[in-house]
């Protein structure tokens, strides 16, 4: 008599509980204007795994920006033709040229290093965009998205006076500070903020993944502080063009490599 074996198969779900570790990538300090170079310099490489935002980039100099475009380069083993790039590139720990190649290495790239070189391209002026109309189009309230959902990204608000307020996204991970304001000026496509106020989260330093997982951090403690003056006054400076909406009823900009829109939002 044959025996028939029935084989139960039971499939299993590789479950793991959200990991605080993913958090750390939040954890930059946009007032810190060298933070990149530190990290290269001391062979932390483990911000080029993550985005950089605007505020960023508005924070650095020409020659710091022109290091870290370059970074992502040698980062893949570029060897460079500019003697203070090679010199800069070869003390570090991790660099090993490879190649002068510069479409080879175009092709090492992912996602994330490409689009940080073509951020950066923005704040160097190597992307062309049409000038604002006037002076005036900058005037009112802008919103770092084309339509305002469920919560608010970042806003900014230029008045009549050369003063502004810069909202941070109310969807952002681990936020540093609520609003920060100041001075304005513009020219030649340039924007430059002095900040002289900033109002920031009091929070202990500790952050967990938010009730719900989905990967959304959260300060374990995040409390807003009071409006805090600065003595010596923080400078970003952003390139500032036109932007086409398309729309009679939406003017758009781009500051930095960010489109905002002209749409009201509470402040």
Known sequence: MKRIILILIIPIYLYSEPSEKICEEFLYDEFDSAYFLNKIEKNDLSFSHYSISNLHLAAMNDSQLRILRNFYFAKHGFIFESEDLRSYFNKRKWYVSKTKDHSLILKSLNEIEK??????????????????????????????????????????????????????????????????????????????????????????????????????????????????????????????????????????????SQLFYNIEFED
């Open 115 to 256: 689009n940080s070189i073509e951020q950066i391209k923005y704040f160097e002026n190597n992307l062309k965009e049409p000038s604002l109309p006037n002076s005036d189009y900058i005037i009112g309230k802008w919103h770092g998205s084309y339509s305002v959902g469920s919560g608010y990204n970042e806003r900014i608000q230029f008045f009549k006076n050369n003063t502004f307020k810069f909202y941070s996204s109310e969807m952002r991970n681990l936020p540093r500070f609520q609003y920060f304001t100041g001075n304005y000026t513009l020219t030649n496509d340039k924007l430059i903020l002095k900040v002289t106020e900033i109002l920031k989260y009091n929070n202990t330093e500790k952050y967990q993944i938010a009730d719900g997982g989905n990967n959304i951090c959260e300060w374990s403690n995040n409390q807003v502080n009071e409006l805090i003056k600065i003595k010596k006054p923080f400078i970003f400076t952003f390139p500032v063009h036109y932007h086409n909406t398309n729309e009679e009823d939406k003017k758009g900009i781009r500051i930095g």
